[in-house]
């Protein structure tokens, strides 16, 4: 029987929403993210801010 793979670590779980845009412009990087566990939450414009506020978060979490 085949193993399954290890569950994801939930403390490392973010939920990100993005703005809806016209299908015919280019992708632009708005919205908002939040760590589920924490619940710490931010506003971003950009990929560069979104991944800041990942990484940011991911500083402050143990490793699983």
Known sequence: MPQLPA???TN???VV???TQPSE???VW???VEHVVSGQM???HSLDELVAFISRVLAD???S
């Open 7 to 9: 569950s994801l670590p």
């Open 12 to 14: 490392r779980a973010f």
């Open 17 to 19: 929403q993005l703005r």
């Open 25 to 27: 412009t280019p992708v």
């Open 30 to 32: 708005d919205g908002r």
């Open 42 to 44: 931010a506003h971003f």
């Open 61 to 63: 979490v143990p490793a």
